[in-house]
């Protein structure tokens, strides 16, 4: 069985840790958070700070998923632990449908009944949430967060570090930009240039 580390401790983690467990496929060596000072063994996992990762990495031959929410902060601990891609898991719910054709990244999260359908590519450190569908040749780049139950139609394209609020609606060859936020409850019409903030339905770019 392979071994896996979880980095970060909160709400998201504990959707993972279930995930994990449900796979099968893992065994789960430590949950690493800088909220913990020392490391620490309950049962047959550890907790410890982050910092202690790398002792851990080498001991156990781990592969490493990190359970943060936040897409910059995702960035900021894969750039300070500056590992190779193929260090990271891939976590996948056994309840998601994957189509034909379908390719998904290292250290990438695919929650409960989530749909990927023929084509689609979803990038490194990405999470696509509970119930979200991902339609035919859709493309995410990295460190994307598609929140629960958003829609992506067919052929959208995403960039790095954009976050596409929950029940959002994207129709079909719409191209959203990098560092972008999409609202809650949002029906993208039109392309949304990088860095901006759109909400609305249909949605408008406030910032």
């Known amino acids: 069985m ?4 979880i980095i970060g401790a909160g709400g998201h983690s504990k959707v993972v840790q279930d995930i994990v467990e449900a796979m099968g496929e893992y065994r789960l060596m430590a949950i690493l958070d800088d909220q913990y000072e020392v490391l620490k063994r309950k049962g047959n996992v550890y907790f410890g700070p982050i910092l202690s990762y790398r002792s851990l990495f080498i001991h156990f031959e781990c592969k490493v998923i990190i359970a943060i929410g936040r897409n910059d902060l995702r960035l900021k601990i894969v750039n300070e632990l500056n590992l190779d891609v193929m260090d990271y898991g891939t ?3 056994p309840t998601a449908i994957v189509g034909k054709n379908v390719s998904i990244g290292k250290g990438t999260v695919i929650m409960p009944n989530v749909v990927l359908n023929a084509g689609a590519s979803v990038g490194n450190h990405v999470i696509v949430n509970t119930s979200s569908v991902i339609e035919h040749d859709t493309h995410l780049d990295d460190f994307i967060h598609i929140a629960p139950s958003a829609t992506l139609t067919g052929a959208v394209k995403v960039g790095t570090g954009t976050l596409i609020g929950a029940g959002s609606t994207v129709i079909p060859s719409i191209t959203i930009g990098e560092w ?4 809650a409850g949002s029906t993208v019409i039109k392309d949304i240039p990088n860095a901006s903030t759109a909400v609305g339905s249909p949605a408008r770019i406030i910032k």
């Open 2 to 5: 392979k071994k896996i580390v």
């Open 91 to 93: 976590v996948i719910h």
């Open 180 to 183: 972008c936020k999409v609202g």
